[in-house]
């Protein structure tokens, strides 16, 4: 009976964890509609953006003129800036990340890390309480972005970099997050953010189309590029934000199949120990019934 008493509190405690697991998988696929919809929205303006400025930045570079943010020179001082999540149970999303960032970090900036010309922006908890623990040069972390995510606030944030990088504080910039793709996958994205070329991630338009630009070239070209790195920026964010809640649906969705699984074993398991002891306890009777006839 013992058994049977230990059975039975842990199909209650499996039952307890798959109700947990699956409201938490319906509060993701809320959120990620609202969210999968503001990055749909936003990918064919942030597009078709960086297309106009890589032939209006090819048509500047053609004119040499100076270009703030395209300063390309030997990369002596590297930020990195690393978006997670705040929150876990989202399987490997975070995971990935810190990974990929502890690869750069060893492969392609091991000179600048050993100089401590190397400085990390975490965004979200996660990628903060990891790093802060490790030798790395840490910004003050922005883990409130994700609590309140728009674009005037993240745009203070990648304003902030950019002024740093036109001073001569870094003279390159990488992003390293997740990417959004639907809700089972994730792309994990390495992006140069600074210095900018021929637009602010160096693509160039196979046909160029001659626009008609007022006031002129040079004029929109200084208008345009810091708000489209502000908007690179927050696509970034915003890509991450919408991939977190789809890896943190289907990780929820495998662990309440999980449960689901586990108390119907539980449940036979249960069924048989239950059957075992009724038999014993028939067959106790029985003997004793023999016993007392003879």
Known sequence: ???????????????????????????????????????????????????????????????????????????????????????????????????????????????QYRKGNLRMLTIGKKGYDYFRKQSVKMLPEQNNLLNNLSFENVAQVADAIMSSFVAGEYDRVDLVYNQFKNAAMQILADELFLPVTAGPKGKVTSEPVDYIYEPDQETIVKDL??????????????????AEHGARMTSMHKATDNATTMIRELTLQYNKARQAAITNQILEVVSGAEALRG
């Open 225 to 242: 590029i810091p708000k489209s790195l502000k908007i690179q920026f927050y696509k970034a964010v915003l890509d991450s934000f919408v």
């Open 1 to 111: 009976m013992a058994n049977l008493k230990a059975i039975r509190v842990r199909i209650s405690s499996v039952k307890s964890t798959r109700q947990i697991t699956s409201a938490m998988k319906m509060v993701s696929a809320a959120k990620l509609r609202k969210a999968q919809d503001r990055i749909v929205k936003l990918r064919p303006y942030v597009n078709k953006l960086q297309e106009i400025l890589a032939g209006l930045s090819q048509s500047l570079a053609d004119a040499e003129v100076e270009n703030v943010y395209g300063r390309v020179s030997s990369p002596e001082k590297v930020l990195i800036v690393v978006i997670t999540s705040n929150r876990g149970l989202c399987g490997a999303f975070n995971a990935n990340v810190i990974k990929e960032t502890r690869k750069i970090i060893t492969e392609r900036y091991s000179d």
